[in-house]
């Protein structure tokens, strides 16, 4: 029997499955508390987390009899890979287990943002009545959406837009143009600054490593299509937060659905403030009831297997 120790949350119906074989500590609040998640990571064959727990530093050294890292989610930002490694310590991301949730998250912000009529609730109810400022709303169907990285939720966005009528351009630094990924989703393989400049979606889909750290910066925002959209459920730190509420703020920009920040949580944010048509959620956009519960499950049978 080995010592699982989950440092974030889990669906726990997997972490029943975990308990039939393993002694497991299933403990949500133990990332909150340093002393002892080294404590407990110190005793440790399999360490199971989510993208809080920094796995690097003091920790990774604490690790001294784990074999596997099972990470709920896919980014492995969160977890210093080559110095697990080092230390005959696999690490396995839930890769896929959460692509239609962030695919479902980038359509629906698409809509929301290219509309930009689904704010009017509270007018409308107050008797407003604000028709004709919000008639001018655009479909997204003929549109393009530009995808970078085009990896799993690349691909699935890339089907979803397909079928609500968007051309779909992608760029992905590791494929090649004929690639067959790009045929089997419907989408044209195309060069970065293509996708930047004439998409009126632009959806990022890249890990952050330091080829993707300050990619969308303020001349990349600049050269994006007047009136376009940004989505990122990538990671913080790939966009320019700063220029990016800037173009939004001086028009250039038609709307933005931002998940994920340089700093998370996201502390008061003052260029945020007052910016038109943009949408800030907290690092959910991969998360979602069904999302938990496979993501959960894929994980917990590949500790099992890798714990024999
Ligand atoms: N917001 C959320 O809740 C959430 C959920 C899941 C994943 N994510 C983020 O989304 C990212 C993508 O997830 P995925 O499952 O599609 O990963 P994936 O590994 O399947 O795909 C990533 C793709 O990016 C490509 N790539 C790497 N560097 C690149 C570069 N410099 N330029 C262009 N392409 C590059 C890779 O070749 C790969 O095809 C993850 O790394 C993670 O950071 C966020």
């Not at 220029?243 to 001086?250: D, E, M, Q």
Request: aromatic share 2%; with cysteine.
């Amino acid at each position: 029997m080995s010592r699982i120790v989950i440092t974030e949350f889990m669906d726990e119906r997997a972490v029943a499955r975990l308990r039939a074989r393993h002694d497991v500590r299933h403990d949500p609040q133990l990332v909150d508390d340093g002393p002892r998640l080294l404590k407990e990571a110190a005793a440790c064959d399999a360490l199971i987390v989510r993208n809080r727990t920094q796995v690097r530093g003091e920790l990774l050294a604490s690790l001294s009899r784990c074999k596997v890292v099972g990470r709920l989610g896919v980014g492995l930002d969160n977890i210093d890979v080559p110095g697990c490694e080092a230390k005959g310590i696999t690490v396995i991301p839930a890769t896929g287990a959460n692509a239609q949730s962030v695919a479902e998250y980038v359509i629906a912000t698409a809509m929301l943002l290219l509309r930009g009529a689904y704010a009017a609730t509270a007018s409308v109810a107050a008797g407003a009545w604000p028709r004709a400022a919000l008639s001018s709303g655009r479909e997204v169907g003929g549109k393009t959406l530009g995808l970078v990285g085009f990896g799993s939720i690349g691909q699935l966005t890339a089907r979803l837009a397909r079928g609500v009528g968007m051309e779909v351009a992608a760029f992905d630094a590791m494929m090649d143009h004929d690639h067959p990924a790009f045929a089997a989703a419907g989408a044209r393989c195309a060069g970065l600054d293509e996708v930047i400049s004439m998409s009126d979606v632009v959806s990022l889909h890249v890990p952050l490593v330091d080829s993707t750290r300050g990619l969308i910066d303020a001349a990349r925002i600049v050269a994006m299509k007047r009136g376009a959209v940004l989505v990122n459920t990538a990671r913080g730190g790939i966009v320019d937060e700063a220029a990016l509420a800037a173009a939004l703020k001086g028009g250039h920009l038609g709307g933005a659905a931002i998940d994920v920040f340089g700093v998370e949580p996201l502390p008061a944010t003052p260029h945020f403030q007052g910016c038109p048509n943009l949408i800030l959620t907290p690092h959910i956009a991969g998360v979602s009831t069904e999302s938990n519960e496979r993501v959960s499950d894929v994980i917990a049978s590949k500790v099992l297997e890798h714990l024999g």
